[in-house]
């Protein structure tokens, strides 16, 4: 039958072909155009996201794995529709008012309330950025490479990107490095994780255990960090995406959202189907250790280059974002000129010597010493206790900075609000625990 039709030279043939041709014509290029306009808005979401996974997550998802297993995971799952709403509403105020984090906290609530949520997000960040380090020279010892030849080199690296005078490379460039994060899906993979465990371990939870509780607190503060908040809030900014882009940008955080979470499941169930298994109460202190852990299940080169690549993606690209995170914040609490699409001048010099600043400092502490697990647990801990004070002011500003049509609505209002106050009064439950009480 479709032989005949296309060979019939009848008077009416031509007119359908001729018809149809311009709309599939149409049709592509609409198609086109609507990919278009999504990569157009995507890329904040993803490489916040992949920050989100940076050293310290990873260190202390292996340690979570390590210790208590498969009851590790249903947390990660837990936090998933929380990390998006907070996102999500981080995207919603920087697209719509045109504004960083800083900026807006200055403008409604004044300047020593902008100082205190700067004050979180300078503990927050320099926090990340010597766990970043500290990772660096991890995966270079694990190499045999000197930590005085990685710290240096990476702060040169990192620095060097962002004085190239556009976000956009730099942006790209972060993404395709976190990317290296998924080294560690083939090594879940190769220690054969049992989907017996796997389903007893997510109904076990075990509450009664201090350790377990800390470790829990670690990983709410590895999910939701005060400069993801920042750094999100002034990409989209920087990328002057419009209000129509943000269905574009709610998707890019999307799945910027359970890719990290999907990393960290992976990281626990690696190490719950291996170290874990064998109740053998490894240490791991550092990333050698971490690897050297995995190497009876993935073998010694495959468990180096795995781990290597994981932890130097996420601790490089988290870097990144940690610093520009910091930069922007404190540049808009004090209102200094602060475009990453400019190069270095007059108007905006404070913000990138803050930035290279930052990258300096956290080198020099971690060339002094450092203990990567400890450090990245503590550092994810005081992330889980400063919640209280970088949720309420972004449910604030969701509330008071916002246009009515904008806002959070009807029960989905309800349900983050409760999720949120959930989550802060669980930070403020381990303020006295953190402290011995």
């Known amino acids: 039958m479709p032989a005949d039709v296309s060979e019939s030279t009848t008077a009416d043939t031509p007119v359908v072909d001729a018809a149809a041709a311009p709309r599939r014509r149409f049709s592509l290029t609409r198609r086109q155009m609507v990919i278009c306009a999504m990569l157009a808005a995507w890329g904040p979401g993803l490489i916040v996201m992949l920050a989100d996974t940076d050293a310290g997550c990873l260190i202390t998802a292996a340690q979570s794995?390590?210790?208590?297993?498969?009851?590790?995971?249903?947390?990660?799952?837990?936090?998933?529709p929380i990390l998006f709403a907070v996102q999500e509403i981080t995207v919603r105020l920087g697209i719509v008012t045109g504004k960083g984090h800083g900026t807006l906290i200055r403008e409604q609530f004044g300047k020593w309330w902008a100082l205190l949520s700067a004050g979180t997000l300078?503990?927050?960040?320099?926090?990340a950025l010597l766990t970043e380090f500290a990772g660096v020279a991890g995966v270079g010892e694990l190499f045999?490479?000197?930590?005085?030849?990685?710290?240096?080199?990476?702060?040169?690296?990192?620095?060097?990107?962002?004085?190239?005078?556009?976000?956009?490379?730099?942006?790209?460039?972060?993404?395709?490095i976190g990317l290296a994060e998924l080294a560690f899906v083939p090594a879940m993979i190769m220690t054969h994780p049992k989907a017996h465990d796997l389903l007893h371990g997510l109904g076990s939870f075990p509450g009664?255990?201090?350790?377990?509780?800390?470790?829990?607190?670690a990983n709410i503060g590895a999910v939701i960090m005060p400069w993801m908040i920042f750094y999100q809030q002034s990409a989209v900014v920087q990328r002057k995406l419009a209000v129509s882009a943000l269905r574009q940008a709610r998707w890019d955080t999307a799945v910027g959202t359970v890719l990290t979470q999907g990393i960290m499941v992976?990281?626990?169930?690696?190490?719950a189907a291996s170290v874990g298994r064998k109740n053998t109460e490894a240490t791991l202190n550092d990333v050698g250790q971490i690897a050297n852990s995995l190497a009876p299940y993935l073998g010694t080169g495959s468990a180096k280059?795995?781990?290597?690549?994981?932890?130097?993606?996420?601790?490089?690209?988290?870097?990144?974002?940690?610093?520009?995170?910091?930069?922007?914040?404190?540049?808009?609490?004090?209102?200094w000129k602060h475009s990453l699409d400019e190069r270095i001048n007059r108007r905006n010099a404070k913000f990138y010597v803050t930035y290279a600043l930052s990258h300096i400092v956290g080198a020099v502490l971690v060339l002094a010493s450092f203990d990567l697990v400890s450090l990245a647990v503590d550092c994810e801990v005081m992330n889980a206790l400063l919640l209280p004070i970088v949720l309420?002011?972004?449910?604030?500003?969701?509330?008071?900075?916002l246009p009515r049509e904008h806002r959070m609505r009807g029960a989905y209002r309800v349900t983050i609000t409760v999720l949120c106050v959930v989550v802060m009064g669980f930070a403020l439950y381990m303020i006295p625990k953190t402290l011995g009480y």
Do not use: C
């Not at 601790?315 to 922007?328: E, K, N």
């Open 305 to 335: 280059w795995l781990v290597g690549a994981a932890i130097l993606g996420g601790a490089l690209v988290a870097a990144l974002v940690v610093s520009l995170a910091g930069s922007w914040g404190l540049a808009e609490v004090l209102g």
């Open 65 to 80: 794995g390590d210790q208590f297993g498969y009851s590790m995971v249903l947390p990660q799952l837990i936090l998933m």
């Open 144 to 176: 045999g490479v000197s930590k005085w030849v990685t710290v240096p080199t990476t702060t040169a690296f990192l620095v060097g990107l962002a004085f190239t005078g556009s976000y956009r490379r730099s942006e790209r460039i972060g993404i395709a």
């Open 122 to 127: 300078f503990l927050s960040a320099i926090g």
């Open 266 to 271: 992976v990281v626990v169930i690696a190490l």
């Open 392 to 401: 309420g002011f972004l449910l604030a500003l969701e509330a008071k900075a």
């Open 208 to 217: 009664h255990n201090t350790q377990y509780v800390y470790l829990l607190a």
